[in-house]
């Protein structure tokens, strides 16, 4: 080497390439080599042209693989670096160490030393707090950006983190903690076995955060969950195979407990104006919170009532009650409950006790008093005990003691105003004969009779009659007594008096009613199991007996009464009216029927106070013959004709003084009368129109009015110009329009 002379490396002498002022020169490839031997040497460092790039190459033999950096005085010092796979830089602290390096080769940086690490740098290090973090720092001003421990556990600190759509996965613990302002759009998060604490997962806009699936352990919010979806919420399944699965626990944790310390739950919807607000609330109270002796919970249901919340149903181990007094009704007049089922024992209560029904083994009892809805109606007195003298049960709620009550076993008694006036046992019927205003009341005996009413006449020379009712074996049977106009069989007292009554002096027996009271007699109706054949209803005479001459049927009449007094009063009428019938069937008639007498002679009379009147004949050929008055005939009716008397004229139904219709259209101006004067034709073409065409109708039209007349057919009928076509009638004419069936007319 010119200039120098020779340089050893190791024990041979070399000759560089070339030797300058400035030190030694290798060419390209060259190598300078360290440690066995030239041809094979442990290390050789060369200018690489090998490379896309030259560049400066140092070779490390694949026995040691390890380039250790230290201090010139540490030469000697053995660090204790075993061979490597790859070629691996060790970078030694000032202190002779075998543990406080630095090691980095392709699979890994390792720091041997912890160093503080300073905020101002960019800086990859072990920290040395004594804490064995590996810390990640760039100088933003934070302390570290990325700080991990030897238990897998990260702490990171910065302004933006992008995951770049992978996962933060921790396993058998750590947490993430602290504030998160924006995770932004997170694809997995899996807690297995950690916690959230003290986050936010959500936004401050609907739909922010969306979950698939929350799978966790545990899920302790320490705060607010804020789900706001626009469909399913949060579906929360235990997946326990047991007969009872516990899904949730809702907790309200104070620290200064006391009696009554509630929580509850709020069930909101959106009012109209789009404002959530709460229309329910379910609350559960710690009425005793005394662990030493017992706790003690009640359960509370509120709802929102014309816009206030109410608490409205509470539920203890006690009872299911209103939560005020009165507050809730059982059920609604439209949503009923189907039943009320109470266990033996069972009982309803009223006011606190003021009235209860009870059960007890097959019946009920109840105290209080049980009386229907209308202020009249009558009831059971549930305190009373039964006595003769004391109802249980009153007709009228007002009148207590009036009723039934007993004065013993198989007794029943009627009292009126604490008096038994009537006793009913197995025996038979007794009675108080003192109230029975001097009547008796007996039962038994040999005549079978089953009730036996009577009345001992006191003042036979009094008007009037007796009143007696006795039923013996269905029949009514009255006794004459001498003296007597009328003896009463029944006295009805319903708005008025309606007696049966048998008169003994003229031998009828008879219907009298006063003027309030209608009388009736009704026949049932026929049906299926019902048939009445023959008369159902007959009102006779009595006949005129067997004897030969001088003998009469008797006579039967149907008297109204009449009207007395100085008032303006009406006579009573007499109405006959047959039945009705519906659907195909025919309605009754009224018939009057004659079987004897002799044909155009006896005759069925109308007459008005017994005088004027109408005969109605019917002689031996069918024909009706009516007449006014004795001997008369008007007119007589056969199956072919009806025939008038001489002398005898019809007269006809007339409309005069009418005015023809100024709207001059079909319909304007409808006749009504068969002789139709029109005495008003204020304008040419004023219109009549006829009535329907029905065959057999005969109509007359006159015109009295200044101008021509217009006449119209009914819609769909022909006057003999066409159907709907009108004709006309000149000033001073007649017409007359004859229908011969219910389309068409014909004037004649």
Known sequence: ????????????????????????????????????????????????????????????????????????????????????????VFLQSAAQSASEFSEWNVGKISFGLGIATVATDYSVGRNADGTNFLQLNVPTGASFELSVNDVAQMTLSATAVDFQDNSITTTGGGSLTGT????????????????????????????????????????????????????????????ADGASSQVMILEGDRATMADNDEAYLSLRLSN?????????????????????????????????????????????????????????????????????????GGNINFANGDVQWAHAAGQITFTGEFFGNNAASGGFHGDAAASATVPTFSPLRTDTDTGIGSAGADILSLIAGAVEVVRLTE??????????AGGTLTSGGTDDKILDLSATLNDAGAAGGSDIFRLIKGNLTATNTTGWNNVYLMDLQVGGSTRIYYDHLNTRLGLSSSAATQIGIEVDAQGAGNNIAGRPLLLSAGNAGSQTTGAAGGELFLESGDASGSGNNNGGNITLTAGTATGSGQSGVVNINQPGGTPGT?????????TDGVLINLDSTGDITFGIGAGNTSFSVSAESVIL?????????????????????????????????????????????????????????????????????ASGDNLGAGVDTATTLASGSNVVYQSYNATNWESI
């Open 1 to 88: 080497m010119a200039g120098f002379g020779s340089t050893r490396i190791g024990s041979q002498l070399e000759e560089p390439s070339s030797v300058g002022t400035g030190g030694l020169h290798f060419e390209d490839d060259e190598p300078l080599s360290f440690g066995n031997t030239d041809v094979s040497p442990d290390t050789a460092m060369s200018w690489n042209t090998a490379q896309t790039v030259d560049a400066l190459y140092l070779g490390l033999s694949a026995a040691q693989n390890t380039f250790i950096i230290g201090e010139h005085a540490d030469r000697a010092y053995d660090f204790a670096h075993g061979a490597r796979t790859n070629p691996t």
């Open 180 to 239: 998160w302002s924006d995770l932004g759009a997170v694809t997995t998060i899996d807690i297995n076995g950690g916690t959230i604490d003290g986050v936010t997962i959500g936004g401050a806009v609907a739909g922010a955060g969306t979950f698939t699936a929350l799978t966790a352990t545990s899920l302790d919010l320490n705060g607010a969950l804020d789900l706001d979806v626009a469909a399913l919420g949060a579906t929360i399944t235990n997946t």
């Open 272 to 344: 109209d104006g789009g404002v959530q607000t709460e229309f329910a609330r379910l609350t559960w109270v710690a009425t005793d919170v005394n662990a030493a002796t017992s706790v003690d919970g009640r359960f509370d249901i509120a709802v929102v009532t014309a816009g206030a919340l109410a608490n409205e149903l509470s539920l203890t181990g006690a009872a299911l009650y209103p939560f005020t007094t009165g507050g809730l009704t059982l059920g609604s007049a439209t949503n009923p409950f189907g039943a009320l089922n109470l266990s033996s």
């Open 427 to 436: 025996a038979g019927v007794s009675g108080n004969t003192a109230t029975l």
């Open 602 to 610: 006896d005759a069925l009379g109308l007459t008005h106070n017994g």
């Open 645 to 713: 008397a001489n002398d005898i004229l019809i007269r006809r139904d007339v409309n005069a003084g009418l005015t023809a219709s100024t709207t001059q259209t079909q319909g304007q101006g409808a006749l009504t009368a068969e002789v139709n004067e029109v005495a008003t034709v204020a304008n040419v073409n004023d219109t009549v129109t006829l009535p329907t065409a029905v065959a057999g109708l005969r109509i007359v039209i006159i015109n009295n009015g200044a101008n021509t007349l217009r006449i119209f057919p």
